[in-house]
């Protein structure tokens, strides 16, 4: 099981100290470090700083919105940094819910997530292999564009610069049964957001069509202390603002992943009272079992003590959200 580290996207301004961290992560032995975005700092940019402080670690984005950019654009930047990082370059991709898409990205959420995700792979596929010009006649995605208002001028185009590497590895965040299921059809890999090792059976049947080398590459939050209610709370923060406020209520994935991990009545609970504006005591409400569960938080033998049971399932990257050197230090003592 490989070790990466997830930085996150920006909060009010630029995370200070995330280039030094990617570059201590690459010291210990880190095989990867991922930046995202949501509706502030961008998933590219940063990683691209990154690139250039370090030489040896992998690149990937987990994830980059789908919504953000059409498919020939993600492709482009997929390919330039590949280019730049010298074959470093993972792109990890994620649809996102109706409140983001259609509040931030100013478009309409597709009807058929799937086919939409199945298109834009597509297409991003055929930008990499380079083997003629981009042609898809897709619901979402269509090359050249031939909608109702479309010149007809529209040309297939295939990229100037030729890409480094044909299969540079794709990675879908998906959260839904058949989404998951469709990302081992389509992908190289699957960036889980929650993922709970006592509670493999809640994917089995996606995971039925795993091919060689596939990779599962869920975010954990780690972190060294002693105080393991005090470490959980930030866990807790983090499912909060997902579960209550990464969606609409009658429409929010991460709360519905909750559920079905066998929280209904908590996710839903969490729900309401942030769309109350009772931020802290969305938070607080919680369960310490599930935070706990999908974390690594505690002393350095309750850490090692239960990183064999992640490593006893299928996962093959575990990408750690810590920002601080000393837990980032112990996970590579312990795991590499």
């Not at 940063?46 to 992998?58: D, K, Q, V």
């Not at 090792?197 to 972190?223: C, M, N, W």
Request: proline share 7%; glycine share 12%; charged share 20%.
């Amino acid at each position: 099981m490989r070790l990466g580290l997830a930085l996150g996207y920006w909060g009010r301004g630029p995370s200070p100290g995330h280039l030094e961290l990617a570059q201590e992560a690459e010291r210990l032995g880190y095989d990867s470090v991922w930046t995202s975005e949501a509706w502030g700092s961008d998933a590219f940019t940063p990683l691209t700083w990154i690139a250039a402080g370090t030489s040896r670690i992998r690149l990937g984005t987990a994830v980059a919105q789908m919504a953000a950019r059409t498919p020939t654009a993600t492709a482009m930047h997929a390919l330039t940094l590949d280019h730049l990082s010298g074959g470093r370059m993972m792109l990890g991709l994620g649809l996102s819910g109706p409140q983001v898409v259609e509040g931030w990205y100013g478009r309409p959420f597709p009807a058929s997530p799937l086919t939409a995700t199945r298109e834009y792979v597509e297409v991003i596929r055929q930008v990499l292999r380079r083997e003629g010009p981009v042609e898809l006649t897709g619901r979402f995605h269509s090359h050249p564009y031939a909608g109702e208002d479309a010149t007809g001028l529209g040309k297939p185009l295939k990229p100037i610069t030729h890409p480094l590497r044909a299969h540079l590895p794709l990675l879908l965040g998906a959260e839904g049964p058949k989404n998951i299921a469709q990302t081992t059809r389509i992908a190289d890999g699957w960036l889980p957001l929650y993922w709970s090792p006592l509670r493999t059976d809640v994917y089995r049947a996606s995971l039925t069509e795993l091919g060689d080398g596939f990779l599962i590459a869920p975010l954990v939050r780690a972190q060294l202390c002693d105080d393991i209610a005090e470490g959980l709370l930030r866990v807790k923060a983090m499912l909060g603002f997902y579960i209550g406020g990464m969606g609409h209520s009658a429409r929010n994935f991460h709360a519905d992943l909750m559920a079905r991990m066998g929280y209904e009545g908590q996710a839903r609970h969490i729900q309401g009272l942030f769309a109350e504006g009772r931020r802290e005591e969305a938070v607080l409400a919680v369960p310490d079992a599930f935070a706990d569960e999908i974390s690594l938080v505690g002393p350095r033998e309750r850490i090692a003590e239960r990183l064999e049971s992640w490593r006893a399932g299928p996962v093959t990257d575990l990408l750690v959200t810590s920002p601080d050197r000393p837990t980032l230090r112990v996970l590579a003592e312990l795991a590499l």
